[in-house]
């Protein structure tokens, strides 16, 4: 394997983007087939730390940060062949050196859930989250 380089910033080609969600499982829960939507997400995301392996985006950590208080780690992607080998922990933590003293707060995948304490996260259990369709009482 070549050796990975990263980067910062959301400048990034949008079917690389969603190739990378795709082959990274994190496909099955973003919209990945409204290309709208998931160009909004990139374009709006102000903290986002790429993986590359040459041309080839392997991983991807995007955020929102104020970077005071809080960021907000919304996807942590690595491509399945590029997993085990510290991507995302390397991303994770270039996400948390340019993101200042805030904390980083995120909603595990169900199939991330073992990952995280692993990499140093404590498990907060007061997490909520509202959904656009929902009605507010």
């Known amino acids: 394997m070549s050796a990975i380089t990263y980067r910062l910033g959301n400048d990034l080609d949008l079917d690389m983007v969603i190739d990378l969600y795709r082959e990274s499982t994190l496909g099955e829960r973003r919209p990945i087939h409204n290309k709208d939507c998931m160009a909004a997400m990139i374009k709006n995301a102000n903290l986002v730390v790429t993986a590359w392996a040459e041309s080839l985006l392997v991983g991807m950590a995007r955020s929102l940060s104020d970077f005071a208080y809080c960021t907000y780690l919304s996807d942590l992607a690595v491509r399945r062949t590029h997993q085990r080998q510290g991507i995302g922990r390397e991303l ?12 980083i707060i995120l909603l595990a995948a169900p199939r991330a859930v073992d990952y995280y304490p692993r990499i140093g996260f404590a498990h907060h259990p007061q997490a909520w989250t509202l959904d656009p369709e929902a009605a507010l009482p």
């Open 92 to 103: 994770v933590r270039r996400t948390r050196q340019a993101g200042g003293n805030a904390r």
